[in-house]
């Protein structure tokens, strides 16, 4: 909404701070939600044989939503931490008690 409010139009990379991998990303989310990671594997891209060929870092800047908001979107664990906050507001119980 506070993008809106510039009136600025384009592309705008809504990410974190954090430049991670995939693995790691899947490790931050499992633990803000109190979840084993145990089953989350890591792998190389550079392994795979069989798969598309994809740049080894498809990192994402944040630098024009933060220039435009004047603001950082934050780490990846503030991120989380917000979310797993959201999870326990009244609109989200009742949505799931449908």
């Known amino acids: 909404m506070r993008l809106w409010a510039t009136g600025q139009s384009g592309i705008f990379h ?56 004047g603001q950082s979107p934050g780490s990846l664990s503030n991120q989380l931490s917000l979310l797993r906050h959201q999870e326990t507001t009244p609109a989200i119980t009742e949505i799931r008690n449908l």
């Open 14 to 69: 809504a990410v974190g701070d954090d430049v991670l991998s995939k693995y790691a990303f899947g490790v931050h989310l499992a633990k803000a939600f109190g979840l084993p990671t145990n089953r989350i594997e890591a792998a190389r891209l550079a392994d795979e044989t069989e798969l598309v060929r994809r740049p080894l870092s498809m990192a994402l800047s944040n630098s024009r939503l933060h220039k435009a908001l």
